[in-house]
């Protein structure tokens, strides 16, 4: 039976239409293990932990094997393409400044994700005298409080000391800039560092980055940003913003692959010259003499200058096959566009159910008063302990989301790839699990 908010979905899908969903691999039930007999596709709504496979990506690698295969170690330099394995990288840089509001030479892609936030704290988290304290958020990514807690000891430091942490009001789910921003003026002489999710990864929450960096520095406070949640999901500008640092991975909204190679932003005015200690490598020295091997490090001006080693050539061209679609698809402002439109429409589908803050129900825990305030995910608590139990349902049923410790389930539309229609039975698959719970 047709209701009202399928016609909303195909009204929504005609005005906003799905983007490059044929560019992707979308799972079926059966390439998924759940009905071998069943090729329907499933409704995907993960793309916050594990973005889905761009089609062109096998192609890319598949190329850069077979100049393996037939150049050998020549294809550093004589490569089938234009570009060989020891330029690989420099093509994505565009792109990926692009992105994240920067400019070209503040941009690498390098690494992982963590591997890039402690490379950029020994850089950045410089403690002197009073000026100890790194200031962060209690419930971030335990890899982020295993980084900000080991830098304190190689410093020297008891991290009992060292470690500030935020956390939301009583009774509250998400931060207030207000509070953040108090909390810096408070600790304004003890402060080395502020370092903070762009989105955190927990409640979805869009952390005002440009607001809480302008009023750090205005104590001359180091800022970083943990952009795992945050880019190719919203608009950033980090050059503007005036970051110090940030860091990401390129495996959630940038598509590019399980554990696929990191990026990194370093503001311009920390870039130049040898003034920065940092760890270092010969892929960060001078290119023109990189290969005399002289024993003088003359790191590129810039963030390349942070690179260490050479990058691995198939994560580098699975990112740049992604971040091609995002170029394709008319940058990420068009993709908030649409992907405000997915997420309001969960939004007001999910606060029709009759679970809705009811009990053994749910709520959205992710701030939605403001389209500032969160990106393509939504947060639901669930008020029961059988959270395993609703996620095998929901999985069962051809839903893929995200569970995450104690009682939370993430929804996350991506508008390179997912439907108004798939959201509508994204919800219409919670709707139908709930109601088997209630009766049993």
Known sequence: MRTEQMDEAAQLESKFPVLLREKFHIPTFASMGIDPHNDNELTYLCGNSLGLMPRETKEAINRELDAWAFRGVEG??????AIGWVDIDLPVVPLLASLVGAKESEVAIMNSLTANLNALLVAFYRPKGKKTQILFERGSFPSDYYAFHEQSRLQGLNPQDTLLQLEPRPNEYHLRTEDILKAIYDHRDTLALVCLPGIQYYTGQWLNIGEITKHAHRYGITVGWDLAH???NVPLKLHDWG???????????????????GGAFVHETHS????????????????????AMLENFEPIAGALGFRQSNPSVLDVVSVHTSLQLFQKAGGIEILRERSLQLTGFLQRLLQSSKFYAKPCGFVIITPTCDVDDHGAQLSLLFDTTDIDKISQSIRAKGLIADERRPNVIRL???????TFQEVYKAFEILQGTLTDFAAD
């Open 272 to 291: 130049t010259g040898t003034s920065m200690p940092r760890l270092a490598g010969w892929w960060g020295n001078n290119r023109q003499r990189r290969f």
């Open 412 to 418: 996350a539309p991506a508008p390179l790839y997912n």
């Open 230 to 232: 945050a880019v190719g």
């Open 243 to 261: 970051v110090d640092f940030a860091c990401w991975c390129s495996y959630k909204y940038l598509n590019s692959g399980p554990g696929a190679m």
């Open 76 to 81: 550093h330099f004589n490569h089938p393409s």
